[in-house]
């Protein structure tokens, strides 16, 4: 269930809603005739079966297809409801256009006979029609309820096709609302339906969804692999459209890896296709899209021109779904040339729509751009509230990612157990079965049977202490730091509760140390975040080198390190987080960026009799740590002592 053009910001949807500007109304039906004809019906068949396949969503503009809808209900056979319910279920996929409400009321219409004539395919159909159009009147819950209804209905009347559509869509649906490791399971479920069914063509097209829930779980390697091959397969099949959608894809991908030049390239490529095949709708989008990547350059008005090209050419197609963003854009355009009333005014524009859609990415971005121009102007009360909110969603945004990955590997985890749990459970009846049947033919083959089913035995253990071995590695993954390989901010909690516990039974002192990495901002402004992304490594592993076999090192986001140090008073830890302060000052990082010098700043505080939980002591401490940042950075700070 694929759509013949891409949503310029929503990819992952692709085959949500159909794209582009508005398909007429097809024409009337031809006259009734007194009965069905055979090999009208048979004309109507062959040609539904393309046009649900590839043939619709290839036409290169909404006039033909238009057309192939219209060519469509002429084949419709007089007085068979059936195929009429059938044609109705394409055109309300691939009609209303920016008309939700008309869209709603035909596919209720359509839902209500086929559930007269008890037509499943018909009833799970226009549910999805219907969730298409509740998404745009009512939100995603709205549309939620009726991809569940369809989907039910799929599965009980056994149809692959329509169930793969159904997880396609609610697939989609929870990549937008950042619902990654919910996405991830239904999409690659939709696509091997869609392959057992034999619809080559719609399960290779799910690569691209595949891809985006990977890149928006922050797995960018693993999403490059997925949009490589959705490439390829774009290539060969000719279809521009699914290419160029790929192509902004991957240029978002090179953005958030910090290669801003590769994106620029890569938009550009998009947009020679675009402009070949005259599809007006994505050359606004192109446009759009490549603006961040020169405000980045900070040429700004090289992004705040294409920002108002852009604008007017959505504006000819009378589309307004991208007017945030336009507005976000203008303003960060805005802001970096100066002109900062301005830029608030634009802020204001895209505010509402952000926070109305709950889009937590695009709302961190307009937070801090937002707090920047009020700082500028001279209003720091609305720039820290700003800045407030920006930390907010930025936290929510880093704990939903870690959280994700972690239920994704739980969720593989389990499936290879259930997996492997079935195949043990055939194992053993097919070796019962054999050796019942072996004890009736002869008694002679008793032990033959029985040494076959040690084997088996053996066997099972050797899988069991395998699988045994993989679930430790998944449970060090899951409490891992996958970019530092020290614990995250999870685990790195939990052994801190622990230790204070140990601490507090047996009475023994225990100190913590808060690092920050000192102006780590400026490294990712200068060298880029993948550089960020090696210097945040290899300061983790100076520290684990520096400490002892039984301190306890954490990375509790960003730029930010915990450091537990148990059976150590706060005199004994000064020496230790001196060591730790010199290694990282020595550090040679000319093989990752020259001229690269690091420093970072610690807090120290030891426990105390009246601490309950651990964030009190890491309060203390983090409070050291600010007027560690505030003396200067590269030092070290102790705690205030009460008097």
């Known amino acids: 269930m694929r759509s013949w053009c891409l949503h310029p910001w929503l990819i992952a949807a692709a085959f949500l809603l159909p794209h582009g500007p508005a398909l007429a109304a097809a024409p009337a039906p031809v006259a009734a005739q007194p009965s069905p004809s055979k090999a009208g019906a048979a004309q109507f068949d062959a040609l539904l079966k393309r046009l649900q396949g590839t043939e619709l969503w290839a036409?290169?503009?909404?006039?033909?297809?238009?057309?192939?809808?219209?060519?469509?209900?002429?084949?419709?056979?007089?007085?068979?409801?059936?195929?009429?319910?059938?044609?109705?279920?394409?055109?309300?996929?691939?009609d209303f256009w920016e008309d939700p409400k008309g869209q709603l009321a035909y596919a209720d219409e359509?839902?209500?006979?086929?559930?007269k004539l008890e037509d499943g395919i018909g009833q799970a159909s226009f549910h999805y029609c219907r969730a298409s159009a509740l998404d745009q009147l009512h939100g995603s819950a709205a549309a939620m309820v009726?991809?569940?209804?369809?989907?039910?209905?799929?599965?009980?009347?056994?149809?692959?096709?329509?169930?793969?559509?159904?997880?396609?869509l609610r697939g989609a649906t929870h990549s937008l609302l950042g619902e990654q490791s919910r996405a991830i399971p239904d999409l690659v479920a939709a696509q091997q339906l869609y392959e057992r069914a034999g619809a080559k063509a719609d399960a290779e097209s799910l690569l691209l969804d595949i891809a985006i829930s990977y890149r928006r779980m922050g797995e960018l390697a693993k999403a490059r692999e997925y949009l490589v091959q959705n490439e390829a397969y774009a290539k060969a099949l000719g279809d521009w459209a699914q290419l160029i959608g790929n192509l902004l894809q991957q240029g978002y991908l090179a953005e958030d890896q910090g290669r801003v030049e590769d994106a620029l390239g890569i938009y550009r490529r998009a947009l020679a296709i675009a402009r070949e095949h005259d599809s007006a709708y994505d050359i606004a989008t192109i446009h759009l899209a490549m603006a961040w990547p020169y405000i980045l350059r900070q040429d700004y008005e090289r992004a705040l021109a294409?920002?108002?090209?852009?604008?007017?050419?959505?504006?000819?197609?009378?589309?307004?779904?991208?007017?945030d963003m336009i507005a976000l854009r203008m303003g960060q355009a805005h802001a970096g040339l100066g002109r900062h009333a301005q830029a608030l005014a634009d802020y204001e524009r895209a505010a509402a729509a952000l926070e109305r859609s709950d889009n937590r990415r695009y709302l961190a971005l307009l937070y801090r751009a937002r707090a920047r121009s009020e700082q500028a102007i001279g209003r720091n009360d609305a720039a820290f509230a700003d800045l407030e909110r920006y930390i907010d969603v930025h936290e929510s945004i880093t704990g939903a990612e870690r959280g994700q990955q972690a239920q994704l590997?739980?969720?593989?985890?389990?499936?290879?157990?259930?997996?492997l749990e079935n195949e043990r459970l055939a194992r053993e009846k097919a070796l019962r079965d054999r050796q019942l049947e072996a004890l009736l033919q002869a008694r002679r083959w008793q032990w033959t049977a029985m040494a076959l089913?040690?084997?088996?035995?053996?066997?099972?253990?050797?899988?069991?202490m395998r699988q045994v071995v993989r679930m430790r590695r998944l449970r060090e993954m899951a409490s891992t730091d996958p970019l530092t390989g020290v614990a995250n901010r999870r685990s790195i909690e939990q052994l801190g509760e622990h230790a204070i516990a140990r601490a507090q039974s047996s009475r023994e002192p225990l100190s913590?140390?808060?690092?920050?990495?000192?102006?780590?901002?400026?490294?990712?402004?200068r060298h880029g975040h993948l550089t960020g992304d090696q210097v945040l490594a290899r300061?983790?592993?100076?520290?684990?080198?520096?400490?002892?076999?039984?301190?306890?090192?954490?990375?509790t986001g960003g730029e930010e390190f915990l450091v537990l140090l148990p059976r150590t008073r706060l005199d004994h830890a000064q020496p230790i987080a001196e060591r730790l302060r010199t290694a990282i000052a020595a550090l040679d990082c000319s093989d990752i960026a020259d001229g690269l010098h690091l420093s970072i700043s610690i807090g120290m505080a030891e426990l105390r009799p009246d601490d309950a939980h651990l964030k009190d002591l890491v309060a203390r401490a983090d409070a050291a740590l600010y007027r560690a940042k505030a003396n200067g950075r590269n030092r070290i700070e102790t705690e205030a002592i009460a008097a």
């Open 306 to 323: 294409l920002v108002e090209r852009a604008q007017s050419e959505f504006a000819e197609l009378g589309s307004r779904v991208n007017d």
């Open 110 to 115: 359509s839902l209500a006979r086929a559930r």
């Open 59 to 94: 036409e290169p503009s909404e006039e033909a297809v238009l057309r192939r809808l219209a060519e469509l209900e002429r084949l419709v056979p007089p007085g068979d409801p059936v195929r009429e319910l059938r044609y109705r279920a394409l055109r309300c996929d691939w």
């Open 539 to 555: 300061i983790a592993t100076t520290c684990r080198d520096a400490l002892r076999h039984f301190d306890l090192l954490g990375r």
């Open 146 to 168: 009726e991809y569940e209804a369809g989907i039910d209905l799929s599965r009980r009347i056994r149809n692959d096709r329509l169930l793969a559509d159904g997880l396609s």
């Open 512 to 525: 913590a140390l808060a690092i920050d990495v000192d102006h780590f901002k400026q490294v990712n402004d």
């Open 453 to 464: 089913g040690g084997v088996l035995l053996l066997l099972l253990g050797a899988l069991v």
């Open 409 to 419: 590997l739980r969720s593989q985890f389990d499936a290879d157990r259930q997996k």
